[in-house]
């Protein structure tokens, strides 16, 4: 990674020098510049509120960063929804450049979990622990890339701005850590869960649900011909799902295979009793959920058994897709080459007996 990427970068711009000094090493993982230790969360001894508003500064930093891969490693472009709202509220996601023109190639979807996270995470705990190979979508949008896919990555935590904060945010890289965490917790945690006076929704995107079926509307509906993937972890289970019973035939035409990884999704709550759309989940999804089994075992529980289920290789959530990410790409795969054999035997085959036929008739 060149030094024009590196992580400290953001924080040298932070003037959070003395309380981060982390960067990723050259196998992405987050480690203390001059020890190489892994990220400690007690920098300040005995002082908890201290220590998470430094957290939530580290988080706010790695959001910034993974925009910048997103953009400048993996050459997707940023592309913002609802231009008829104001630029400060309005959401973004990211895409290849090509995936809305480009026939000839799939399309893949990601669609993360519910959490403080942003475009480009899988994971914030999991990348900071563990690395952005683990955390990160980074290797999976390479991946993608290398399968000849065209990517779509979503933003659908991103659903709320707080005006006087976003004013206040524009300092927050050049203050110090007590002031910007602190603005930083308010942003980030406060607005999900109580949604401030001052916060307003951001047009198209109010609820990961919301931000789903805008981006499904007004970009992946309108492609043509174009075979449509989905990687979805934890609640974007439960947010796919939805966007399958309100749009119900669309998705079925253009969706030829789902990964879930470790999802949330409800079937009876949310299909309820719909024979069709039970009959096309079982045909078209697989879920990988996290298990003490080996990878790909079947996993098959009382409680979910509407489509094949197996083994992410992991116990832990946040590790299940980096555990499962080869073994999804192999389903990938082999969906898309059986839609492909289905397709064709369903193409009429043109003989002489049925030319003159037609000719006769």
Same mark, same amino acid.
């Given at each position: 990674m060149t030094q024009e990427l590196s992580f400290q970068k953001f924080i040298q711009q932070s003037d959070l020098l003395e309380e981060l000094k982390y960067d990723f090493n050259e196998k992405a993982e987050l480690r203390h510049i001059e020890t190489q230790r892994p990220f400690v969360f007690n920098y300040y001894k005995n002082v908890p509120e201290r220590n998470s508003k430094r957290y939530q500064a580290l988080g706010h930093l790695l959001e910034k960063y993974i925009y910048e891969l997103l953009e400048k490693v993996c050459k997707l472009q940023k592309v913002y929804i609802s231009p008829e709202t104001d630029k400060e509220a309005r959401s973004f996601f990211f895409m290849s450049e090509r995936a809305l023109t480009n026939h000839h190639s799939a399309l893949l979807v990601l669609l993360q979990d519910h959490g403080v996270f942003r475009a480009g995470q899988w994971s914030q705990q999991a990348i900071i622990h563990h690395g952005l190979q683990h955390g990160s979508q980074i290797p999976c949008i390479? +991946?993608?890339?290398?399968?000849?896919?065209? *990517?779509? *990555?979503?933003?659908?935590?991103?659903?709320? *701005?707080?005006?006087? +904060?976003?004013?206040?945010?524009?300092g927050l890289l050049t203050q110090n850590i007590e002031s910007s965490s602190l603005k930083m917790v308010q942003t980030e945690s406060l607005v999900s869960l109580q949604q401030p006076l001052q916060c307003i929704p951001k047009g198209g995107s109010n609820t990961p649900e919301e931000h789903m079926a805008y981006i499904w509307d007004c970009f992946i509906s309108k492609t043509e011909g174009k075979d449509v993937a989905f990687i979805v972890h934890g609640y974007g289970g439960l947010v796919f799902m939805d966007l399958l019973v309100h749009r119900k035939w669309e998705v079925m035409s253009k969706v030829y295979a789902v990964a879930l990884i470790d999802s949330q999704h409800h079937v009876r709550h949310q299909l309820g009793s719909d024979v069709q759309l039970s009959a096309w989940i079982k045909h078209h999804c697989r879920e990988w959920v996290t298990s003490p089994k080996p990878l790909d075992r079947p996993a098959t529980t009382v409680l979910k058994k509407e489509f094949p289920m197996v083994s992410a290789g992991t116990e832990k959530h946040d590790l299940a897709i980096s555990s499962?990410?080869?073994?999804?790409?192999?389903y990938f795969k082999k969906a898309l080459k059986a839609k492909a054999t289905i397709n064709f035997s369903h193409v009429p085959i043109v003989t002489r007996s049925s030319t003159k036929i037609k000719q006769s008739a």
């Open positions: 390479q +991946m993608a890339l290398q399968a000849h896919y065209d *990517v779509i *990555v979503l933003n659908p935590n991103d659903n709320f *701005v707080d005006l006087k +904060m976003a004013k206040e945010q524009k499962s990410l080869q073994s999804v790409f192999k």
